[in-house]
């Protein structure tokens, strides 16, 4: 079975005082299906970039990538969106839900951008929540909601795509201890249901709830952890 996600030689840079920094240097990664791995570093390491680049996000200057055996190389921005939109679900520690809609229309928007409409849309939904315990809230919007809440339903509109991969940037950032506790177990949920879940975190609690860790230090990769 081919691998979730391959990166090898990766490098990228950006501009800075009209010279370019090298952020990532020659970074060779496998996340296999079915993993959950946590990417860690200090701020300015480069996790973030890798993250972004291994969402599709962002293409890299040298090296090549392949998302479930897919190499991509060569895709214009159209191929990438599609990439992203039928296999990689992403949860960022800023919610990111609109202030006047119901969670579950916060929930459904993903699928407006579906290439034909889907008749069960609602009751994806619906699901979607109810996995990740707010089947009673589905009308509430994100003022009445706590801050795990929002979270709850960020993953949950990040699952409505039913992605292969979960990435997950930075998302117990914003939450109380408790409440990451919350959502970690959360993510190991997900994951023994069969998403690969990547999660960029500072927080060795939260890194060392994954299968493994990765290191980012000044551009490259240390030698990973198990957890």
């Not at 010279?19 to 079915?34: A, K």
């Not at 479930?68 to 191929?79: F, K, W």
């Amino acid at each position: 079975m081919t691998a979730a996600i391959e990166c090898r030689a990766i490098s990228h840079s950006f501009p800075m005082a009209g010279e370019r920094f090298q952020v990532l240097n020659d970074i060779n990664l496998t996340i296999e299906r079915g993993e959950m791995v946590a990417i860690i570093g200090p701020s300015g390491s480069g996790k973030s970039t890798l993250m972004n680049l291994i969402g599709c996000l962002m293409t890299a200057e040298a090296g090549e990538l392949s998302i479930l055996g897919t190499a991509t190389s060569g895709m214009d921005r159209n191929q990438l969106a599609t990439l992203r939109r039928d296999h990689i679900g992403f949860v960022f520690q800023q919610f990111h839900l609109l202030p006047r809609t119901s969670a579950l229309d916060n929930v459904k928007m993903p699928l407006m951008y579906a290439e034909q409409r889907l008749n069960d849309a609602e009751q994806r939904a619906r699901e979607c929540l109810e996995l990740v315990g707010l089947a009673d809230k589905l009308q509430n919007h994100p003022s009445q909601l706590s801050g795990g809440q929002q979270q709850r339903v960020a993953i949950a509109r990040a699952l409505i795509n039913r992605p292969d991969i979960l990435l997950a940037d930075e998302p117990t950032g914003a939450l109380d201890s408790k409440t990451s506790a919350e959502i970690m177990a959360l993510f190991r949920q997900l994951n023994q249901r069969g998403h690969t879940v990547v999660l960029v975190t500072h927080e060795a609690e939260v890194a060392a709830q994954a299968d493994r860790i990765i290191t980012v230090r000044d551009g490259q990769l240390q030698l990973p952890e198990a957890s």
